[in-house]
């Protein structure tokens, strides 16, 4: 496996359900994204990790819950979610976040959410 | 606040020139990236802009003027290939990055 890569890629899920989503990075990077990409919305970041530690949490709701165990995985948990929450959920990957370099961020395919 | 402008769409025509302008404002300013995003894709970095200036990537070109919170993408000898939104995005110091709504390129034969 190569890149940015993301599971499931498609994820159905009632309001009362429980579910998670997993991002993993094969770049060596030590910086991971979550972003929420809604039609006719700008991208919005939700989360950011940097050395495993959560460095933005950009008031989301509780509903999510993120988890970076190591530098290479991402997880965000899903609980109880509303249907206004389906969207595209991406992650992304980065080298360090320290300077004022671009960031450069290598994205996932993305998991397509529907919450009925 | 935070806030980018870009155009929603721009239409032309292959082998032509476009510039997708975006406009920001942002506190902490470090710099401006653009992605390239095509239909049931993900996004892909195309450039970074942290000074002023032009920088130039093969086909592709990115402007920036800090004093005027502005820049632009332009895309020369545009292919069918190159038809795909368009992501402004600017990173600032406080780990944030927000990005534009996107503009949606059309290249028609």
């Known amino acids: 496996e190569t890149g940015v890569t993301q599971t499931p890629r498609h994820l159905v899920m009632g309001m009362t359900n429980k579910k998670s989503l997993k991002c993993e990075q094969h770049?060596?990077?030590?910086?991971m994204y979550w972003y929420k990409q809604s039609a006719k919305k700008p991208l919005e970041l939700m989360f950011v990790?940097?050395?495993?530690?959560?460095?933005e949490n950009n008031s989301v709701p509780s509903r999510f819950s993120p988890e970076c165990p190591n530098s290479s995985h991402l997880f965000l948990h899903l609980h109880t979610l509303q249907p206004e929450d389906s969207a595209l959920y991406l992650c992304?990957?980065?080298?360090?976040?320290?300077?004022?370099?671009?960031?450069?961020?290598?994205f996932g395919p993305g998991t397509r959410l529907t919450v009925t | 606040g935070q806030s980018l402008e870009q155009p929603s769409e721009v239409t032309a025509v292959e082998g032509a020139i476009v510039q997708i302008n975006c406009t920001y404002q942002?506190?902490?300013?470090?710099?401006l990236s653009w992605y390239q995003q095509h239909d049931g894709g993900a996004p892909t970095f195309l450039s970074y802009?942290?000074?002023?200036g032009l920088e130039e990537t093969g086909r592709f070109s990115s402007f920036l003027s800090r004093s005027d919170s502005y820049g632009y993408l332009l895309l020369q000898e545009l292919q069918m290939k190159d038809s795909a939104s368009y992501f402004c995005?600017?990173?600032?110091?406080?780990?944030?990055?927000?990005f534009g709504s996107g503009t949606k390129l059309n290249v028609k034969p």
């Open positions: 990790y940097s050395l495993e530690e959560r460095v």
């Open positions: 942002t506190s902490g300013f470090y710099g």
């Open positions: 770049l060596g990077h030590n910086a």
């Open positions: 992304a990957s980065s080298h360090s976040l320290t300077g004022t370099g671009s960031a450069e961020q290598y």
């Open positions: 995005a600017v990173r600032n110091n406080f780990n944030k990055f927000y």
């Open positions: 802009n942290a000074l002023d």
